[in-house]
């Protein structure tokens, strides 16, 4: 099994602020969560990782084949679960749901996901499978995703449960000119209710922000702020009134 990691390098709340959006970041295939945390920090500025408390999961299955990024980044590597080439069949997803839904009761709450590749398809999947009553079932509402090279799930056994509603909560989509990901990253937002896109010219990657991306990434920064600050709030006051 894998194990969970929060930012290894706390950031400095800005000043005034409230608590800050808490995320569970789901690596890529065959990848960890060290990986992700230096591809995120590394490559964001601070006016978005220092709004964000991120924490890093690595998957619960130890790769079983070769990484792609072997030779740019340090084992090990895990994978969140395992499918056929046409990604239609899957093994270990119900171990998958569970060990994520354990990490959540265990390291949470959380505000939402955050995922990169198969942890983004992972992400986009879990609101609505949540919705069903079919994961996540012990741990509060997904309420925001952040979207890097995403798809959706192929297999119609799968699909037709996570997708039966459009995804409702705030989210942000990173699509990449080149990825190889891209048509299916654009079906992904069709399933989407009013979603933020950024688009870049890499390929399959967590990309830069260039200035343009970076306005749109504040943008939903300050929707989610806004709305953690008044779900804080509440839970404030009802623990208020139970006390009375």
């Known amino acids: 099994m894998g194990s969970l990691g929060s930012d290894a390098e706390p950031q400095p709340q800005p000043q005034g602020a409230g608590r800050r959006p808490r995320f569970l970041c789901l690596h890529g295939f065959r990848t960890s969560a060290e990986i992700m945390r230096k591809q995120v920090l590394g490559k964001w500025p601070a006016d978005v990782t220092a709004r964000l408390d991120l924490v890093f999961a690595d998957a619960p299955f130890p790769a079983e084949g070769k990484s792609d990024v ?32 354990e990490l959540m009761i265990k390291d949470g709450p959380f505000d939402g996901l955050m995922g ?38 192929q297999s119609p056994t799968v699909a037709e449960k996570a997708y039966a509603n459009k995804i409702a909560c705030p989210s942000v989509h990173f699509i990449g000119d080149n990825d190889f990901l891209k048509v299916h990253g654009e079906k992904l937002i069709e399933s989407c209710v009013d979603p933020f896109v950024i688009r870049h010219p890499k390929g399959h990657t967590v990309p830069r922000l260039d200035d343009k991306s970076l306005v749109v990434m504040l943008r939903f920064l300050e929707k989610i702020e806004g709305e953690v600050l008044e779900y804080s709030s509440k839970d404030v006051n009802e623990n208020e009134e139970v006390c009375l």
């Open 116 to 153: 990169f590749s198969q942890g983004s398809i992972l992400s986009a999947a879990l609101p609505g499978l949540q919705e069903q009553g079919l994961a996540l079932t012990r741990v509060p509402k997904i309420k925001y995703l952040i979207i890097i090279g995403g798809a959706k799930f």
């Open 70 to 101: 072997d030779g740019i980044f340090d084992p090990p590597y895990y994978e969140w679960f395992q499918f056929d080439k046409s990604f239609m069949e899957y093994r270990n997803f119900d171990k998958c749901l569970a060990y994520i839904e």
